[in-house]
């Protein structure tokens, strides 16, 4: 079955930097999409950044566009996600969801296009 185990989360200074992995598994269409979501306490959980299997185009919410990078490694089925220059309102869990069968990033990126989520990893930004 499909599988996403997230890591790399952890409690770090503002202007500091994480790197998120999503180790995914059992994914068996020709296509697919994997975004990055995030959830706040008391906030509707927003998708934060997506990458397709297809072309590798890339989408990311104008909060983190130039400080959070996305990437995949196809040798270790895993996806990155790289935050520098991180603020107190990164602050949430954070997951990473696929999207089987679709060639594009879907924009805007809603989670209920998400078909299965990993347990997600808390990032924590503060003094």
């Known amino acids: 079955q499909v599988q996403l185990v997230e890591s790399g989360g952890g409690l770090v200074q503002p202007g500091g930097s994480l790197r998120l992995s999503c180790a995914v598994s059992?994914?068996?269409?020709?296509?697919?999409?994997i975004g990055w979501f995030r959830q706040a306490p008391g906030k509707e959980r927003e998708g934060v950044s997506c990458i397709a299997s297809t072309d590798r185009s890339r989408w990311y919410v104008d909060s983190v566009k130039g400080r959070f990078t996305i990437s995949t490694d196809n040798v270790n089925n895993t996806v990155y996600l790289q935050m520098d220059s991180l603020r107190p309102e990164d602050t949430g869990m954070y997951y990473c969801?696929?999207?089987?069968?679709?060639?594009?990033?879907?924009?805007?990126?809603?989670?209920?296009?998400?078909?299965?989520w990993g347990q997600g990893t808390q990032v924590t930004v503060s003094l």
């Open positions: 059992g994914v068996t269409a020709d296509y697919y999409v």
């Open positions: 969801a696929v999207s089987p069968g679709i060639q594009l990033c879907v924009i805007p990126v809603l989670p209920l296009l998400y078909s299965y």
